[in-house]
């Protein structure tokens, strides 16, 4: 599981989103730590920069695949601000 968490805190540099849906009726709790909503953090303990990946199960759902699809893609515009200001990158003025 660290080396994951290792690479997915290198990947926070690069404009990348992952989403990850689980399904069936295992244990996600690796899957929830991957989310990493209270922060991801390597081996030598330096923390992911941004939140980049979403995780949920699709039991929550119901089978409502638009439910699905709207809980899936709610933090992706919140990354892309994440990534930006990161990386420092200003939007264009019109």
């Known amino acids: 599981m660290q080396p ?9 540099r690069l404009p990348l989103s992952i989403v ?9 709790q690796a899957m929830e730590i991957l989310d990493g909503d ?3 953090f390597n081996d030598e303990g330096k923390k ?15 089978g409502n695949q638009d439910l699905l699809a709207a ?4 933090e992706i515009p919140d990354q892309v601000v994440e990534y930006m200001k990161t990386e420092g990158i200003k939007p264009h003025e019109a």
Do not use: C, M, S, W
Not at 22 to 27: H, I, L, P, S
């Open 20 to 28: 990850i849906v689980g399904v069936g009726k295992e244990d996600f």
């Open 48 to 62: 992911a920069p941004r939140d980049l990946v979403q995780f949920v199960p699709f039991r929550n759902f119901d």
């Open 38 to 40: 209270d922060g991801l």
């Open 71 to 74: 809980h899936v893609l709610e």
């Open 4 to 12: 994951t968490i290792n690479n997915l805190i290198n990947a926070a």
